[in-house]
């Protein structure tokens, strides 16, 4: 597994055992692999897993987002970041998990 995948998984495994996400959120950073996020918390996952939203990234926009040097809306705009599935939970994610 990647580092960048294990780094990931130990940052919003808190976050989302905290939250009140009642949804699954795949994150598929290019080229490392897929994390499944939902309210029991982040794990690694194939990047075939069921998702309600599904969020693509490389790996320099995904560090960004969760740094926030990146804009969520602006790497979306500019197709840094491609979204497939529920878009009012893409456009929640941010406060549900920070």
């Known amino acids: 597994m990647s580092q960048i995948i294990d780094n990931a998984v130990a940052e919003l495994d ?14 598929v950073i290019l080229e490392h692999g897929a994390i499944l ?6 794990r690694a996952t194939d990047e075939d897993s069921d998702a309600d939203l599904t ?5 320099e926009t995904f560090q960004g987002l969760q740094s926030g040097e990146e804009n969520p809306q602006m790497a ?17 994610l941010d406060s549900i998990l920070n």
């Not at 808190?14 to 994150?27: F, H, I, P």
């Not at 840094?80 to 929640?92: N, S």
């Open 14 to 27: 808190g976050k989302a055992k905290n939250s009140e996400l009642d949804q699954t959120v795949k994150y």
């Open 37 to 42: 996020v939902d309210g029991s918390g982040a």
């Open 55 to 59: 969020i693509t990234a490389d790996a």
């Open 76 to 92: 979306f705009m500019t197709g840094k970041l491609q979204i497939d599935g529920d878009m009012g939970l893409a456009m929640r």
